[in-house]
């Protein structure tokens, strides 16, 4: 790998606090965007309201093309995980489940809590205390045997479609967009 030019080069700091900016950018979006809201979620999750939807998915756009950008200019690297049903299943259920239970996921939790929603608050101790004990008890005994069940290669889309990566994108965009409308339509 080679050294990046003096002028790109990022202190541990820098990219701290470039975080923390981003994050709070974030929690700000998220907040008036109304993901913040429990009944703007449970409205989601009962099929009523589509405003989290149309939030994800605007979202999922731009973070799309930005990255797209930005790996293009040098700025970000991609990074790939190895792939697994036993990851995918575990995650899926503990988020899936937490979701249900709490009405938040991880971003509007967050949000919610900044905002000084006290069910939020309640709800982020349990996801704190929940990840230390998954992390400390649970994730030893089976990082090795289900965790690693149904291991696939590391593929990205356009390694799975054959595509170019700017094709990728705006094959992704457009679908996203056709959803994004379909859904505008349909819930007006």
Known sequence: MTAMPEQT???ASGRIITGLLIGIAFGILLYEGGLANYDVIEGQLQLADFTFLKILLSAM???TIGFFLLSRAGLAERKTMQPSLGTHLTGGLIMGAGFALLGYGPASVL???GAGYP???AGLLGILSGAGLFARSIYPRISGSFL???KTDRMT???LFRMRESGV???ACVVLLFVLWII???CM
Do not use: E, F, W
Request: no cysteine; proline share 4%; aromatic share 4%.
């Open 9 to 11: 080069r990022v202190t």
């Open 61 to 63: 756009i731009v973070a």
């Open 111 to 113: 949000a919610a809590a």
């Open 119 to 121: 069910d939020a608050l």
């Open 148 to 150: 690693g069940y149904g």
């Open 157 to 159: 889309l356009p390694d």
């Open 169 to 171: 994108v705006v094959l």
């Open 184 to 186: 505008t339509i349909k």
